[in-house]
């Protein structure tokens, strides 16, 4: 039974930083690209980037490019996004997934498995 188990959330200010964590169990985790995705409120769910099972290779979106940063640590079987300068914009459910692919992908839809969700919520 696959489970990705999202921490770190909270509640910042805007400036500040957050790192959150996704720790994986139950799949091959180095074979596995693994994503960060966002939902605002009243929004579509949108990627913010992703990480190579190697962590050879990371994608960020540009909303966030500069200031968030993906790494993974394989032996420990977690993926994490590191959050700096931090906006009220970014306030947002985040979620991790993990994609079977050797590159990395921004679709949602091309995630098999997804975590339950962490919230983020930047005050101004």
């Known amino acids: 039974q696959v489970q990705l188990v999202e921490s770190g959330g909270g509640l910042v200010q805007a400036g500040g930083s957050l790192r959150l964590s996704c720790a994986a169990s139950?799949?091959?985790?180095?074979?596995?690209?693994m994503g960060w995705f966002r939902q605002r409120p009243g929004k579509e769910r949108e990627f913010v980037g992703a990480?190579?099972?190697?962590?050879?290779?990371?994608y960020i979106a540009d909303s966030v490019k500069g200031r968030f940063t993906i790494s993974r640590d394989n032996a420990k079987n977690t993926v994490y996004l590191q959050m700096n300068s931090l906006k009220p914009e970014d306030t947002a459910v985040y979620y991790c997934?993990?994609?079977?692919?050797?590159?990395?992908?921004?679709?949602?839809?091309?995630?098999?498995?997804w975590g339950q969700g962490t919230q983020v919520t930047v005050s101004s």
């Open positions: 997934a993990a994609d079977y692919y050797t590159g990395v992908r921004t679709g949602p839809s091309n995630y098999d498995y």
């Open positions: 139950g799949l091959p985790f180095s074979r596995y690209a």
């Open positions: 990480i190579s099972g190697s962590g050879g290779r990371t």
